[in-house]
């Protein structure tokens, strides 16, 4: 039986230079007829055919561990993503906006109605950024994990703080990234709504040929007012994501992100209006729905591979049933609870979207 024997990088770099330097001083020490204290155009003396040979077996000892120019390269590499945007359609809002804006200048409603296309169409960004995605180590492909997790939300009494005007900092690299891309559409991008379901959630749906599918979901919203207008906050129903990614980072063959279209509603609106002549304010809610939201890989950095023909429709909604999971647990719980005792699943939401994004 035979062992393999795995060494650092730092330690092999190390090695090579020791035997690199040994065998050229080796050359001078022969070849040289003065003493080696006293090197000056010492190098005149060296054998090219040594030297030559050196160079390749340092080469050889350091390519197994893949230090070279083309990682470096990659590191490097940009790529460009792409948003498209619509505005809110007014007509499918329950409230008349059209009246509430011209009967108040000062109202937050101007800042909805004026936002129809993203603060940038498009974006350039590293390469290595978008490793982000990829699963943390010990992963089992098929479980997911959080990218952003909201720990702790302080809304759990139900209240919910509404005059906020900026995100908070970004914490992660995920974080980092998930705000510089949603940020496309607005700058004001909170990466944690202020009520459940929060975050961003992904997992992997194949893994084929050193080649990653991943699906993701991410809950977010934006504050679109600027003082001294009163915040106005737009939350879309979710983000449905998808990344196809080499599992180095080394290639990014697909990115997408979008809010579904399928359903009639798919934006909660929610604005602070203060009463003439008075400092109470209240708040003031409406649902609508926005006809396009999404982010798209605009120039790939590798050869394109399409995957989604290898992913069944089955695969597909198992990945997605498990990120609706991540931020509705309780559901692990009552569909395995329903299933034993072969009744329906009866449940209650007081807050956040429902299932049909009209809340």
């Given at each position: 039986m035979t062992t393999s024997r795995q060494f650092r990088p730092s330690a092999v770099i190390v090695s090579a230079s020791l035997i690199a330097a040994t065998a050229v001083i080796f050359s001078l020490s022969y070849r040289s007829e003065v003493p080696l204290d006293s090197l000056e155009n010492c190098y005149a003396f060296i054998d090219r055919l040594k030297f030559a040979f050196v160079y390749a077996n340092v080469g050889a000892l350091l390519a197994p561990i893949g230090f070279g120019r083309e990682i470096r390269r990659w590191e490097s590499r940009n790529v460009t993503i792409?948003?498209?945007?619509?505005?809110?359609?007014?007509?499918?809002l329950t409230k008349n906006v059209a009246e509430e804006v011209l009967s108040d200048p000062n109202s937050n409603?101007?800042?909805?109605?004026s936002w129809n296309e993203p603060q940038q169409h498009t974006k350039m960004l590293l390469l290595s950024r978008f490793s982000a995605f990829l699963p943390p180590r010990g992963n089992i492909h098929g479980n997911p994990w959080w990218?952003?997790?909201?720990?702790?939300?302080?809304n759990s009494d139900g209240h919910v703080e509404a005059d906020v005007y900026e995100p908070p900092a970004c914490g992660t690299s995920a974080e980092a990234l998930l705000s510089e891309l949603f940020g496309m559409f607005h700058r004001n991008v909170f990466l944690v709504t202020r009520a459940a379901p929060a975050g961003t959630a992904a997992v992997v749906t194949r893994s084929e040929n050193g080649t990653l599918d991943i699906l993701f979901r991410s809950h977010?919203?934006?504050q679109i007012s600027a003082p001294p207008r009163r915040p106005l906050w737009f939350t879309p129903a979710q983000f449905q994501g998808r990344v196809v990614i080499?599992?180095?980072?080394?290639a990014l063959h697909h990115f997408e992100a979008h809010v579904p279209t399928n359903r009639q509603l798919n934006v909660d609106l929610e604005w602070l209006v203060q009463r003439h002549n008075s400092d109470v304010q209240r708040t003031e809610v409406d649902i609508g729905k926005v006809a396009e939201m999404a982010l798209n890989l605009d120039s790939p950095s590798g050869q394109p591979v399409e995957m989604r023909s290898s992913?069944?429709?089955?695969?597909e909604d198992e990945a997605l049933r498990k990120l609706h999971q991540m931020f509705f647990p309780f559901l692990k719980a009552a569909a395995s609870e329903a299933k034993r005792h072969e009744k329906l699943v009866h449940s209650i939401i007081t807050w956040g979207p429902l299932d049909d994004q009209s809340c």
């Open positions: 792409r948003s498209s945007f619509r505005g809110i359609d007014a007509s499918s409603l101007h800042d909805l109605l990218l952003v997790e909201a720990k702790g939300l302080r977010i919203e934006f080499s599992d180095d980072g080394s992913i069944s429709s089955d695969e």
